[in-house]
């Protein structure tokens, strides 16, 4: 399993929200995260900077590319537009990370 982490930015304000719209993730996004392949996902909040990290675990990145196309991802994605920084198709503005340490 290859680890990926990303970082995205949240609005102003919306911290509670955010943490609320994750803690009730809707049943069929679930599904189509761990069918992707995607295990052990998480995402950090820095208060201080509103930055979000994401980090998780799948087999094959490359199946990542293919969640945009996917009509439960892009409702999903308009849901959260208004609390984060999106791009023009809701997607969030999301920043590859690159690894610089491990300690397995």
Known sequence: MKRVA???KLNKGFEAEYKKRHDELWPE???LLKKTGI???SIFLDPET???FGVLRIADPALLNDLPSHPVMQKWWKYMADIMESNSDNSPVSIPLNEVFYLP
């Open 6 to 8: 990303f970082k995205m």
């Open 29 to 31: 996004l679930e599904v």
């Open 39 to 41: 295990a052990e996902y």
């Open 50 to 52: 509103l930055s979000l």
